[in-house]
């Protein structure tokens, strides 16, 4: 099966710290996702690109978290600089559309980020 | 997106059926109903969606009602492995509209 390619699998870094998670999408979907998940807040949308444009990153802390798509196959998603609230796990996933018809999602195995 | 609203909990029997509920009345006519679990510590995983008619895959079936203002996903022979969150999403097929998700149902299916 194919897979979306999450990397690293976990990170523990120090507070004021640069922080990049990368996503690998699965070859030939044209939209990703990145969510953030934590026990308080559940699964939240943080931003999406579609043909590697970005849509709507509306869900994202602008001053410190920056999503980009370097070319179809990476998508990254940094945050400078790291503080411990954004302890959570970070989800990446893929979908393809063709015109209006969505073709579903595939999430990967998350990135778990721990700040202290 | 149209709001769900699930049990928080739900205990299964391992072997017998499970059946989540999902009530979704505020539903539009265009706007699928899509069910994803997510078992612990791994990403959503996706079940299965339909629009009015019920559908059946090899995971699961979904029962949608006739006025679509709630759904039922059913797992026939439930396992250990089926234990999860499990989330009801309603979603128009918009290229643009993203998946949102709520806090779901935890299924636990006991031996």
């Known amino acids: 099966d194919a897979r979306v390619t999450q990397t690293p699998r976990d990170k523990v870094t120090e507070m004021g710290q640069e922080v990049t998670m990368r996503c690998q999408p699965i070859?030939?979907?044209?939209?990703v996702f990145w969510y953030r998940q934590t026990m308080m807040q559940g699964l939240e949308l943080l931003a999406y690109?579609?043909?590697?444009?970005?849509?709507?990153d509306s869900g994202m802390p602008k001053d410190r978290f920056s999503a980009e798509m370097p070319d179809a196959t990476l998508a990254t998603l940094k945050i400078q600089p790291s503080e411990p609230r954004d302890s959570a796990v970070y989800f990446c996933?893929?979908?393809?559309?063709?015109?209006?018809?969505?073709?579903?999602?595939?999430f990967g195995s998350g990135t778990r980020l721990t700040v202290v | 997106d149209a709001k769900t609203t699930q049990p928080t909990s739900m205990d299964c029997a391992e072997g017998r059926a499970a059946n989540l509920p999902c009530n979704h009345s505020?539903?539009?006519?265009?706007?699928?109903v899509y069910w994803y679990r997510q078992i612990h510590s791994q990403g959503p995983q996706y079940i299965i969606h339909?629009?009015?008619n019920n559908e059946t895959n090899e995971m699961a079936s979904l029962i949608i009602t006739e006025d679509r203002k709630s759904s039922t996903l059913i797992l026939p022979h439930a396992t250990l492995r089926d234990t999860a969150v499990y989330y009801c999403?309603?979603?128009?097929?918009?290229?643009?509209?993203?998946?949102?998700f709520g806090k779901g149902t935890r299924l636990s299916v006991i031996a």
């Open positions: 339909g629009l009015k």
């Open positions: 996933a893929s979908g393809s559309y063709t015109g209006s018809l969505f073709h579903g999602y595939t």
């Open positions: 690109f579609r043909n590697r444009a970005p849509l709507d």
């Open positions: 070859l030939g979907h044209n939209t």
């Open positions: 505020t539903i539009s006519g265009n706007e699928y």
């Open positions: 999403i309603v979603r128009g097929l918009s290229g643009n509209t993203p998946l949102v």
